[in-house]
C-alpha cells in the first residue's frame, strides 16, 4: 500500500499517525493471511497462526491505544483517512474468508474451538478501532464508515458461524457474547 499525502494540506498530528500505522496495520493482516493461507492442518501447523493472529491483534491495539478521541478530523484528514480504512477492511474481509474456508482443517485439527475467540478478540479490536475513528471523521464520511462496520461485520458472523459445529460440542460458548 503506497500512501501519498500533498503537501499542500496541513495535517494533525493524530491524522498523520493513523496515515502512517495503515501499511503496518496492512503488513500484518497480510502476514496473517499467508499463514492461514499456508496452514494445511495439525496443531503444531496452527501455532504460527495463532502467533500472526495475536501480531495482527497487537498492532491493532497499539494503534487503537494511540488515538485521541478528543480530536476531530477536518474534511481533508478525513478524506485521505477513510480510504485507507476501507482497504485495510477490503483486506480484513479477505482474511476472514480464508479462516472460514480454513475451518474444516482447523476443526479436524482439534483447534477450531480456540479460532473463533482469537478472531473475536481481532475483530473486537478492529471493531473498537473503527467506531473510534467513526467519531472523529467528518460526518459526510460516517456513511463510509458505517458501511466499513456492516460489511466487516457479516463476513466476520459468517467467519465465526464456519466454526459453529466445533463449538456446539464444547460445554461454554461464553465467548461468541
Known sequence: MCLVIPFSLALSDL???VIHRTPAISETIHRNQDT??????????AVPVARVNNDTWSTLRAANADLDDNIEFNDEESDMIVPNLTSI????????DAYGTKAPVLNQAGVGFMVPISLQVLFREADDYMAALRKQVTPNHVTAMNQITADHTVVWKATFN???????SEPSQDYKN
Open 15 to 17: 491524522a498523520i499517525d
Open 36 to 45: 492461514i493461507d499456508r496452514y494445511k492442518g495439525g496443531i503444531i501447523g
Open 89 to 96: 477492511n477490503d483486506e480484513a474481509i479477505r482474511l476472514y
Open 162 to 168: 464456519a466454526f459453529e459445529k466445533n463449538r456446539s
